[in-house]
């Protein structure tokens, strides 16, 4: 199983914070670099989780902390640095092709999928119900 995972991405213009909301400027944007590292996280742990579970977000820390421009290649590593019967944490880092632009952490928990999405279903229900 894999512990660590790199992806290469071209900043394109919907990953521009002017584009996704989070700024005015035509750079990457923050929202991005947390998808990324949301999702590489996600496919890491999903290589330990038993059938009929997936790993939801509970921790996210990151500092965004040098600007890239549209066009320009980013590399964004996750590694999984300790797995704990339902818990990974995993150290995040993104570059760009002059430095390091964001490091930070991230933990992800086991759940049972039907079990989960059936829970937040139900406070959906529940304030739906209310207000008949």
Do not use: W
Not at 18 to 36: D, E, I, N
Not at 37 to 43: F, K, S
Not at 62 to 87: C, W, Y
Not at 88 to 110: K, N, P
């Amino acid at each position: 199983m894999n512990t660590q995972k790199t992806i290469t991405k071209t900043v394109t213009e919907g990953m521009l914070a002017v584009s996704v909301g989070s700024g005015t400027l035509k750079v990457l944007g923050t929202p991005v670099l947390a998808q990324l590292y949301e999702n590489i996280a996600m496919q890491l742990a999903a290589e330990y989780c038993n059938s009929g579970f997936t790993t939801v977000g509970c921790f996210l820390s990151l500092s965004h902390d040098a600007p890239t421009p549209l066009g320009m290649d980013i590399q964004v590593t996750v590694k999984l640095v300790k797995h704990e019967n339902r818990f990974f944490e995993f150290q995040l880092e993104a570059s760009d092709e002059t430095r390091i632009i964001s490091t930070g952490s991230h933990t992800r928990v086991a759940v049972e999928s039907k079990k989960f999405q059936h829970r937040a279903d139900d406070k959906l229900n529940a304030i739906v119900n209310k207000h008949l």
